[in-house]
């Protein structure tokens, strides 16, 4: 599989996981969160062993795990519990929140278990 495929793919996993978590918590889908957090982090894992080139599952492995445990679950937590904000603005900052901690993500992965070795070393 090209390289790039591989690399969106395991984005997008990491997007629907944090996803899932953080709309089980904010909407109250599930009475707990904890079943959509089980299922997020299974995304990661199955993500991590399909689309992550072998040499860089670790890092890969951590930062997803970590990255969907603050968008999916930190974030949300800390927006409904310590800012007094109205209730119709918590969503959009758990949202701005996870959308930028899994920018984050994205960039570190690309740095570290995407990295494309093309070119000549200098």
Same mark, same amino acid.
């Given at each position: 599989?090209?390289?790039?495929?591989?690399?969106?793919?395991?984005?997008?996993? +990491?997007? &629907?996981?944090?996803? $899932?978590?953080?709309?089980?918590? @904010? $909407?109250? %889908?599930?009475?707990?969160?904890?079943?959509?957090?089980? %299922?997020?982090? &299974?995304?990661?894992?199955?993500? %991590? @062993?399909?689309?992550?080139?072998?040499?860089?599952?670790?890092?890969?492995?951590? +930062?997803?795990?970590?990255?969907?445990? +603050?968008?999916? &679950?930190?974030?949300?937590?800390?927006?409904?519990?310590?800012?007094?904000?109205?209730?119709?603005?918590?969503? @959009?900052?758990?949202? &701005?929140?996870?959308?930028?901690?899994?920018?984050?993500?994205?960039?570190?992965?690309?740095?570290?278990?995407?990295?494309?070795?093309?070119?000549?070393?200098?």
């Amino acid at each position: 599989m090209v390289e790039i495929y591989r690399e969106l793919g395991f984005d997008a996993l +990491l997007a &629907i996981a944090s996803g $899932l978590a953080l709309a089980a918590y @904010m $909407l109250g %889908v599930l009475l707990d969160p904890l079943p959509a957090v089980v %299922v997020g982090f &299974i995304f990661v894992g199955v993500g %991590v @062993m399909t689309l992550v080139p072998c040499q860089a599952r670790a890092p890969a492995a951590a +930062l997803g795990s970590v990255a969907v445990g +603050l968008a999916g &679950i930190a974030i949300p937590r800390a927006v409904t519990s310590f800012i007094e904000t109205p209730a119709s603005n918590e969503l @959009m900052l758990a949202l &701005i929140g996870g959308g930028l901690v899994l920018l984050l993500t994205f960039t570190l992965l690309r740095l570290t278990a995407f990295q494309t070795q093309n070119g000549n070393p200098t």
